[in-house]
Every structure is written in C-alpha cells, then in structure tokens.
C-alpha cells in the first residue's frame, strides 16, 4: 500500500470542469472518499491520480516520489470504472487475467492469482462464465477482481456502485469495506451519495465546482462544517431525527 499526494493541482476542461488548487494527503491504508455533486472534479481527481489525465499544474505524489510524468502503465495503481469497463466477448478468467498477461506473468502464476482474486469476491466456479452472462453485482465483483489481480498499492474506485439497486448497494458496500479492511488497501473512491461515502470513508474530502470545500473525518464534517457549502450540503444528515 502507498500514500498518494496531491499538491496544488489544477486540470482544467474547455467546458470550465475539471480541479483548481487541489492539495491533500491521503495516507497509506486509508479509505478516502471524493464527494460532491456532478461535475465537482472527483473523477478528475481519480483519473489525475492514475495517470489517465495530466494536471495543468501541480504535482502527484505515491509514497513521495514524484509520479506527475510517469504514464498510468507505470504506476501500481488499479481503477475501477462506473461501467466496470469488461470485456464482453471474454470469459471471467480472461477478464481478471488480462492485468497479469500484459505484465507477462506466467500461466501456472496466473491461474493461481485468479484463483485467489475471484475468491476474494466470492465468484468462485465463475471462471467459464461470460461476464454478459453476470449481473450488475457479478460483474462490478468482476471488475474489482481485475483490479486486485495486479496487486495495485492504490485502488481507485469511480462511483463503482452506482449502477445497482438500493439492497444490492448496501450489500457490496459491506463486502467492499470488509475486503478492504483486510487488504489494508490505499483506496480512493468517488461518488455523489453521502451515505455511500459516511459509510465507508475513514475520511472524505467534499469538492464543489472543482474547489474543495472541506476534508476530514465524517464526524469532523458534520460536527465542524469548514464553510456554508458544507453545512448545507450535509444539513439532512446533521439534522436532529424525530420520533
């Protein structure tokens, strides 16, 4: 696992999107959460960080070296899209293999470490399987046994739940965290739900219009919003229930 550091990052896209002045340090083993509303720059963030994208300024750190100019093929991280971005016309093994197959790795290692990964996120007996044969959790289980195959030190996760229905939601939300509580992974992940994001962060930076607002612990957020953009934003979930 590694830290990742971003300082003072700007990207910028012709439609005005994109990140201003970004700087955070996200620490090895922590599970980090972008959230805002569309458009705020988290997927900006998560692309600049595996080297999808090239700041307009700034630097990217993993583990304080300077990772601004090496190509995403070089870095040990691994991204998991909202699509999931499977393969159609390839098996499950093909699918969590291909990772290993562009770094050479031999088959007798490859059948071991698909092996592993599928158990991870308990799809074993799916290896012949066509991911078009998967549902939505299968195949989002899939992409993130891909991802894992690598052995990434940072795993980046762009809204990876979203496409799923509310009961499968909670359920992989539970298997995600008990995975990378063991794993002890450096994870990032995006999404626009706060329950998503209070349930899983360790810590969570809120961005708006590619400015963030505020980070720090849920509890932090809510019990010391930094500015009026973060109190209303979290007002439902800072308001007192009723009986």
């Known amino acids: 696992m590694s830290s990742l550091e971003f300082r003072s990052v700007t990207k910028r896209y012709p439609d005005g999107g994109g990140i201003r002045e970004f700087s955070c340090l ?8 972008f959230l805002g509303p569309s458009g705020c720059g ?3 963030l998560l692309r600049l960080a595996a080297g999808l994208e090239m700041p307009d300024a700034g630097r990217v750190y993993m583990d304080g070296m ?11 991280a691994a991204m998991v899209f909202q699509n999931y971005a499977l393969f159609p016309h390839m098996s499950v093994f093909e699918n969590v293999a291909f990772g290993l197959r562009a770094r050479r790795m031999p088959q007798k290692d490859i059948q071991a470490r698909v092996k592993e990964c599928l158990a991870l996120v308990q ?20 992409a993130l046994a891909r991802a894992l195959a690598i052995q990434p030190q940072i795993l980046l996760l762009d809204e ?15 298997q995600l965290t008990a995975l990378q509580g063991r794993l002890g ?11 998503e994001a209070f349930e899983l962060a360790n810590r969570i930076a809120i961005l708006r ?4 607002e505020q980070v720090g612990t849920p509890q932090d957020l809510l019990m010391q919003p930094a500015t009026p953009f973060v109190e209303q934003f979290l007002a439902r979930r800072r308001a007192p229930k009723t009986a």
Not at 26 to 33: K, L, N, R, T, W
Not at 160 to 174: C, I, T
């Open 185 to 195: 992974i450096t994870t990032i992940y995006v999404t626009h739900d706060q329950e």
């Open 26 to 33: 996200i620490s090895q083993g922590e599970f980090f959460v």
């Open 42 to 44: 988290k997927t900006t």
């Open 160 to 174: 990876p739940l979203s496409n799923l229905d509310a009961e499968l939601r909670y359920s992989m939300r539970v």
């Open 209 to 212: 219009n590619g400015v963030c």
């Open 66 to 76: 300077d990772v601004t100019d090496m190509p995403a093929e070089e870095r040990n």
């Open 123 to 142: 799809l074993e007996g799916f290896e012949r399987r066509r991911v078009t044969e998967l549902s939505g959790g299968q195949q989002q289980r899939v």
